[in-house]
């Protein structure tokens, strides 16, 4: 029993992984070589380095025996007390010190308080084993809206504790703690760390071995030679490439101390973190773990930088490599955080936007990941939520005025009162998507996925050409979501920009054309396709094959195809979803439900739907999950509407977010997720953090169908 033990406390400590673990074999000696070596100085801060008192000690211990003594007792100290520390809020768990403990079944325990949450939420999933639980004892006597900040307990008021009573009370705040790494911040974000270098791949070659795929489907195969048809519909249906689809040949100059690059393109991130007053306790916690996750899994090409703000943004540290000694920085960094003040978003973003713009050095692929808890009480001219409040200032002009959208900005909402009008706002603006994190322990995995796809990125600038074959053929109209479409003035051709994509994601564009009557086989369009390969840095141009269909006699109609009829389902549920909105935020929720209903009727009678297609049944299970968060008023506020709009982002730019239980595998919502996401989601949702210098490894995982 005592081994069992054992296990379970080493694997709780395993579990957190908001600072580098030390590597095998390091003692005290070697960390503080590793001080010297990288010029830091020994500072106190959770979980980590030692204290100035305690190297005191150790300094003295060769001439004094009793300090001797004193640094064993104080290392054995250490040691028992980072085995009883709490996997969610890094605190201490101490009996009889008014802390509400709780043993779950799998025999880890945890503060109460912060596993509170994830159980209001109906998550019975182990954070640190990920086991689900049969059983969550509650004392129902406990509110478990217990307001942000420290909550004064009456010791004599409580009851014992055991695994089946508990007691809330909130993770006191770090603030008079947290160290800055920058006390002051340069004028100039010019300091970013030079990329890996590349000497040593000069000779090798590489050579993609597969393009990107498009495939074309008319709504008929064949229409008959006597009419004509206004507003057939013609689907382009676009693939990336695979990660794995590139070949190296060649030798390395130095094959004995180098190794062949990733086989992706490498990435500059910058995450902005809401650390408000609103976000101190648990909150915090769950950040720090989410972002050591993000930490762990960026390579050595890979930069990172961190804006953390509240009343004012602060730069913790230069955009850097994540090398070995760039994640311990990192992670630190991270660690050292704390919670206060009011929220400032704009702030955050316009310097998140300058250590982009300043840098000296520039890997191909950069984005920014921004998470906010709250509303921006600095920058938006109303407080009024629904779209009456001016977004347009919080987002940095230099992004607003990039057509090409080279700088994504991937929102994520936090709980129940964020502002997700204005992230959606930021995230439409700038080309990336918004997300709704309900639930307080998926924030880990929605960051997952969305790594997993920036980690991922093979294709750049892609553009898609149409033009009409036969003169009688005219262009009517692009369904593209949020793509910048054209349409030339006589019809004749058209273009969508869709930008980047990551390693096997797929677009859909609806075309409308006009088709005159004819009595041979009519050419309507021919594709073609451009873009950048990011690996192989070549520019690829292919044209896929001309849509053609039969002129019959016959007048029987055929079906109509199930890619188109599946097409027109997404984009009709997309703009009910937008119409119902609307009505939403007049106050209108019963024509808000009545507007879903409608549309779910429609997609019911579907060829599709009654073919049984998955995606159309999913589309279904989405709207009837949003007509269940129009209940009421209350509910609609709380998170009808944040999870709308994540659900609007993700059909508009045909891209996976979060909302819900969409990170779950069992959900039944189409979420888009690509085989790189779902292998970074399945990572997060059994990650044990390995000794530092080992790099995490990802299981191969099944690819979610569209």
């Not at 204290?51 to 100290?77: C, I, W, Y």
């Not at 920085?329 to 998140?352: E, P, Y």
């Not at 007509?627 to 508009?652: K, N, P, T």
Request: hydrophobic share 35%.
């Amino acid at each position: 029993m005592e081994s069992a033990w054992r296990k379970a406390k080493r694997a709780l400590a395993l579990r957190l992984c908001v600072h580098a673990p030390a590597v095998a074999g390091d003692d005290d000696g070697g960390a503080a070589n590793s001080e010297r070596r990288h010029g830091s100085s020994s500072s106190s801060f959770a979980g980590g380095c030692r204290s100035e008192s305690a190297v005191s000690v150790a300094g003295s211990a060769k001439d004094d025996p009793a300090a001797a003594a004193a640094l064993r007792r104080s290392k054995s100290g250490s040691r028992s007390s980072s085995k009883r520390k709490c996997a969610i809020c890094f605190d201490s768990m101490r009996s009889g010190h008014g802390q509400a403990l709780f043993t779950a079944e799998c025999s880890h325990k945890f503060h109460f308080h912060c596993i509170a949450s994830n159980v209001k939420h109906g998550n019975h999933v182990c954070p640190v084993c990920r086991a689900k639980w049969k059983e969550i004892p509650l004392n129902r006597s406990l509110s478990l809206n217990v307001p942000q900040g420290r909550v004064g307990i009456n010791q004599a008021q409580l009851p014992q504790q055991d695994a089946y009573v508990a007691l809330l009370h909130q993770v006191p705040n770090r603030q008079r703690g947290a160290r800055r790494l920058h006390t002051s911040e340069p004028t100039d974000f010019n300091d970013d760390e030079p990329l890996q270098q590349a000497e040593a791949f000069d000779n090798l070659n590489f050579r993609s071995t597969k393009t990107a795929e498009i495939s074309t489907y008319p709504e008929f195969s064949s229409i008959p030679q006597s009419s004509s048809q206004d507003g057939f519909s013609v689907l382009i249906h676009l693939k990336a490439p695979s990660a794995s689809s590139v070949q190296v040949t060649g030798s390395l100059v130095n094959e004995s101390s180098v190794r062949p690059p990733n086989r992706r393109a490498p990435v500059d991130l910058v995450t902005v973190i809401d650390v408000s007053g609103s976000m101190a306790g648990t909150k915090l916690a769950l950040l720090k773990r989410a972002m050591g996750f993000v930490v762990q899994h960026l390579g050595p090409s890979d930069r990172l930088s961190v804006i953390a703000f509240s009343s004012a943004a602060r730069r913790l540290f230069h955009l850097q490599r994540m090398t070995h000694h760039g994640r311990q920085q990192a992670l630190q960094a991270i660690n050292s955080l704390g919670a206060g003040g009011g929220t400032n978003i704009a702030d955050g973003l316009k310097k998140a936007t300058k250590v982009i713009e300043d840098r000296s050095y520039k890997n191909s692929v950069c984005s920014i990941i921004l998470l906010s808890d709250g509303q921006d009480t600095y920058s938006v001219s109303s407080n009024v939520r629904g779209g009456s409040a001016d977004y347009g200032s919080l987002v940095p002009p230099s992004i607003l005025n990039d057509a090409r959208r080279m700088l994504p900005i991937h929102a994520f909402g936090f709980g129940a009162d964020h502002d997700s009008d204005s992230l959606h706002s930021i995230a439409e603006a700038s080309g990336g998507t918004f997300s709704f994190i309900e639930d307080e322990g998926v924030m880990q995995d929605a960051f997952a996925q969305c790594i997993g796809g920036l980690l991922s990125v093979v294709v750049q600038e892609m553009r898609l050409n149409m033009e009409c074959v036969h003169p009688g053929v005219q262009l009517c109209s692009i369904k593209s979501g949020s793509y910048p479409s054209k349409v030339t003035r006589d019809g004749r051709s058209c273009s969508v920009d869709i930008g980047h994509l990551y390693a096997d994601e797929e677009r859909d564009i609806l075309l409308s054309v006009n088709i005159p009557q004819c009595h041979e086989e009519t050419s309507l369009l021919k594709v073609a396709c451009s873009y950048k390969d990011l690996v192989t840095n070549e520019t690829i141009k292919f044209q896929g094959d001309e849509v053609k269909i039969n002129r019959t006699t016959s007048t029987i109609s055929e079906a109509v195809s199930i890619e188109v009829d599946r097409e027109r389902n997404r984009i009709q549920a997309a703009e009910s979803i937008e119409s119902a909105r609307s009505a939403a935020e007049r106050g209108a929720l019963s024509e808000a439900v009545t507007i879903l209903e409608d549309c779910r009727r429609r997609l019911s009678e579907s060829f599709a739907s009654q073919s049984g297609d998955r995606l159309s049944m999913a589309l279904d299970a989405e709207l009837r999950e949003m007509q269940e968060r129009m209940a009421s008023r209350q509910l609609y506020e709380a998170s009808g509407r944040a999870y709308m709009l994540s659900g609007l982002s993700s059909h508009s730019w045909q891209r996976a977010t979060t909302r819900g239980d969409s990170t779950d595998s069992s959900t039944v919502v189409h979420s888009y997720q690509t085989p790189s996401m779902v292998e970074m989601l399945q990572h997060s949702q059994s990650y044990i953090p390995l000794p530092q210098g080992q790099r995490p490894q990802v299981r191969p995982a099944r690819s979610s169908g569209r």
